[in-house]
């Protein structure tokens, strides 16, 4: 998969209504953060480390997780971290789901604009 697919389908989870919200935890009496939204939904897909226990935790070690985590959708532990203080802070799954739409859009533009300016000029 592409790190869009992951993104779209992460977006989507979160907008989907199919997900409780919890604060501060990634999973906790069957609801999610928003970072546990994107675990779950990329453990479904069978990205190997999400790892679960015999409890249906997420498990494993933690900087394999994360860094599996980032790399699906691109992103850098700062980056998820504000993902996690949004949510820890009362923001709705919609309102990180744009959040995280805006930054990526952004981020294609600033690609985009890098492409344009290395583009030789004759005069």
């Known amino acids: 998969m592409t790190v869009n697919e992951y993104r779209k389908l992460w977006v989507d989870a979160l907008r989907s209504g199919a997900y409780k919200q919890c604060r501060n935890n990634l999973f906790e009496d069957g609801k999610y953060c928003a970072q546990g939204v994107g675990a779950e ?11 679960k226990d015999e409890e249906g935790k997420f498990s494993g070690l933690y900087w394999q997780f994360w860094k599996a985590f980032c790399a699906c959708v691109n992103m850098n532990y700062t980056e ?27 981020e294609q533009q600033q690609v985009a604009a890098e492409k344009v300016s290395n583009v030789p000029v004759h005069v």
């Open 41 to 51: 939904v990329f453990y479904q897909l069978g990205v190997k480390e999400m790892r």
């Open 80 to 106: 998820l971290s504000m993902v996690s203080d949004m949510n820890n802070c009362g923001a709705t799954f919609d309102q990180i789901a744009d959040w995280l739409e805006a930054q990526w859009a952004s």
